[in-house]
């Protein structure tokens, strides 16, 4: 009776023994490959399975997307600059199968030739580009990935160049072009406004020829502005100084105009003194 209770005890504990090894719990964000004997039979979807003990095996592969940094690569760009550039990537696995059995690490795998596209893409662009076309680098450098890494069942999702550094040599250079691009804008800009400028005064010197009063109301408006804080100093311009004496010259010459014009008295019967053909006193004309 006591044999048959330990039997009973140790089929019972084989039983668990065996129940334990054969369940497999697969999570949402995985899928199992099973290997039986050696030979992938199936690759198992989430939840519970189970597998025969010692003759299967299963190799769980994360199908989540995976943040890989690739570390900073010394490169010199087409036209011979030096520079270290660092990037990151990510990938994601789409078929487990190929995953386990066409390459045995895939994320060092992908590490490896991630730094090597690297230094290919980056290589065949000059600075500028590489500063400035970065998105067409990104885009590039992710389909050599993907040509590769679709073999082995990953895809690579984004690539993005993350940090850029310099020589302090050409960080100075580069500093010393921006300021003289900046002068230049300035100095274009300041030509721009000459140009109006002198285009404006020019339409306004028509104007003050066309109308002289125009000037000479500008003359006043100016004595006004100097006026405003108070200063004992009368400044006249050039332009009235002239205008005054072109007013007196005026009043002098209508002055001696009034004086030549006034009628005369006639004496010792001479002829009076007319704006017309003189008149003789017998009446006729000359």
């Known amino acids: 009776m006591n044999a048959a209770a330990g039997i009973g005890l140790v089929a019972a504990i084989v039983v668990i023994i065996v ?37 299967d095996q299963m190799k769980k592969v994360s199908m989540r997307i995976i943040t890989m940094p690739i570390q900073s ?121 000459e140009s109006l400028a002198a285009a404006a005064l020019g339409e306004a010197s028509d104007t003050m020829m066309a109308h002289p009063l125009a000037l000479q109301l500008r003359n006043l408006q100016t004595l006004v502005e100097l006026g405003v804080d108070k200063n004992t100093t009368v400044v006249f311009p050039a332009p009235l100084m002239s205008a005054i004496s072109d007013i007196s010259g005026f009043f002098a010459r209508e002055s001696a105009a009034a004086s030549a014009q006034a009628p005369q008295t006639p004496s010792n019967g001479s002829a009076a003194v007319l704006d017309g053909p003189a008149v003789l006193a017998s009446g006729t004309t000359r």
């Open 73 to 193: 690569q010394g490169i010199i760009t087409r036209d011979n600059v030096s520079v270290d550039i660092s990037a990151v990537a990510y990938f994601r696995v789409v078929d487990a199968r190929k995953s386990v059995v066409a390459i045995e690490n895939v994320h060092a795998a992908i590490d490896q030739i991630a730094q090597t596209t690297l230094r290919k893409v980056v290589g065949q662009h000059t600075l500028d580009q590489a500063l400035a076309e970065t998105d067409a680098i990104n885009a590039d450098i992710r389909q050599i990935l993907d040509t590769t890494t679709l073999e082995w069942g990953v895809e690579v999702t984004l690539v993005e160049l993350k940090d850029i550094q310099l020589p302090d040599s050409m960080k100075r250079a580069m500093a010393r072009q921006a300021e003289a691009e900046r002068e230049k804008r300035a100095k274009i800009i300041a030509a721009e406004g």
């Open 19 to 55: 129940a334990a090894t054969s369940i497999r719990v697969v999570f949402q964000f995985q899928r199992g490959v099973l290997f039986r004997l050696g030979r992938v039979v199936a690759v198992r979807e989430p939840g519970l399975n189970f597998i025969i003990p010692v003759i």
